[in-house]
Structures are given as C-alpha cells and as structure tokens.
C-alpha cells in the first residue's frame, strides 16, 4: 500500500475499534436486571447491580480517557468534528427535555382534573406538602447561583484566565454538592413516600431523576475541572466544558420548572 493512500483527505475522525461500547451495553444490562432482581430481593440481585455499577464507572473512565486523548493530544477534534459534537450535545438535550416533559405532563394531567379516588382536589388529602419557600427556595438560589459561577468559568476560559477557571469551576462542583446534600436532607424529612398515591409518585420521580441529573453534571464538571488543572483546555478548543455547562445550565431551567409547579403551585 502507497503511503498516498494512509493521508486522511477530509476533515472528519473516523474512530478506532474500541470495546468500551460493548462493555458499556454488558453494564447496563447488568445494571437494569440487578436493580430490578434487588428490588425483588432476588438472591445475589445486589451483586449483580454492584457489578453494573463498578462496571459502568471503568467504562466511563476508559471511554472518557480516549476520547480526550483524540481530542487533546491526537487532534482528531477539527471544527467540523466539533460541530458535529455540538450538534450531537443539542439533540441528547432535547431528548432530555422529552424526558422531563412526561413528567410535568403526569403531573399537571393530575392535578389540574384530579379523580375522585384521591377526593378530588389537589393536593390529594392526607398529603402534607414541603414548604416551596424553606429547603426548596434555598435550593433554587444555590442552584441559580452555581449557573452564573459556571458562566463565569466559561469567559475565563475565553479570556485565557485559568486561576478564575479553576476557582469558579471548583465553586459551581461546591454548589451542586451542597444542593445535593439538602435534597437529600429534604427526602428524608419529608412526610409522605413514593408510594403514596400519584403524588409521591410524580414528586419522587420528577425530583429524584432531576437530582440524579445534578450528580451526573457535577461529575461532568468534576472531569471539566481535573482537566482544567491539566491545561487541557484552551481559548478555542473548549468544547468538552461547553458541553458540561451546556448540561449544567439545563438542569437549572428544569429546576426552575419543577420549584414553580410541583413545590409552589402544586403545593397550594
């Protein structure tokens, strides 16, 4: 073979054959039947959901690993690629947004006509709501916040300041950890459960999900930030923040959402 045949003539990255889509299938099967036989109490269901859980953690890592060696150090990431990525980064939000819809379409379906089985009206009786103005406005104002700290990341990385990138960065991960933490506090104080009736039903599942969303994107910026320390990230090449705050800003409109109806409106 002539070496004119190994130059690549178009601007596009064609992968290498990798295993870490395989093993990422294997661990969410894994995963999904582990989580279903625990909560069956199944025999060895919980090492089954154990070994999805490590399984997926690796293969996150090895997968993340490579695609910033591509992308940093290799230079497969071109503008095209980038836009391609963009582009890709747009429609995963837009499922997400699907995703969050059927949960405020359930709840207004709910509330807005309630049945008789739950005595018609809303909220159903015997449900006593959380106050939307303690826990649930502190949340909103530590999450509105940690969307401008990490605003303030993505100009510093544009205008080339890393001490500010890094500090704003590290400020953002401490924000989403501390809602997390009073979210967790919130759970545990509350006086009704996910099996009470449709209403604990929507508020567990519309919160917890939008909660297991703030942990991923804490850990989205968590990698942002090993990377930043790193000096992986430069003035034009940024695209692996850009989709974290990207991320991370969509989780805080949901948020939004979910204080206004289901804390606020919905607990009237």
């Not at 279903?36 to 090895?62: D, P, Q, R, S």
């Amino acid at each position: 073979m002539s070496s004119s045949n190994l130059i690549q003539r178009h601007p596009f990255h064609l992968v290498d054959s990798s295993p870490w889509p395989f093993l990422a299938g294997i661990s969410g099967l894994s995963l999904t039947t582990g989580f279903v036989m625990y909560m069956h109490c199944f025999e060895n269901g919980f090492y089954a959901l154990l070994f999805g859980i490590i399984l997926l953690v690796v293969t996150f890592f090895v997968w993340w690993r490579d695609i910033i060696r591509e992308g940093t150090f290799q230079g497969h990431h071109t503008k095209p690629v980038q836009t391609s990525l963009r582009y890709g980064m747009v429609l995963f939000i837009i499922s997400e947004v699907m995703f969050f819809f059927a949960f405020f379409w359930a709840f207004f379906a709910a509330s807005l006509s309630p049945t008789q089985e739950i005595g018609g009206v809303w909220p159903p009786p015997g449900i006593d709501v959380l106050d939307a103005w303690e826990i649930p406005l502190l949340n909103t104002v530590i999450l509105l916040l940690s969307g401008a700290t990490c605003t303030w990341a993505h100009h510093a990385i544009i205008c080339g300041d890393r001490n500010n990138l890094l500090f704003s960065l590290g400020l953002t991960i401490l924000l989403g950890s501390i809602f997390s933490f009073l979210q967790a506090v919130e759970y545990y104080e509350a006086k009704f459960t996910i099996s009470d009736g449709i209403y604990g039903s929507i508020f567990f599942l519309a919160t917890g999900f939008h909660g297991f969303h703030v942990l991923i994107g804490s850990t989205f910026l968590f990698v942002c930030l090993f990377r930043a320390m790193n000096h992986h990230f430069t003035r034009q090449h940024h695209f692996g923040f850009e989709a974290a705050a990207w991320y991370w800003h969509f989780v805080d409109v949901v948020w939004l959402f979910l204080f206004i109806s289901v804390y606020w409106w919905g607990g009237i």
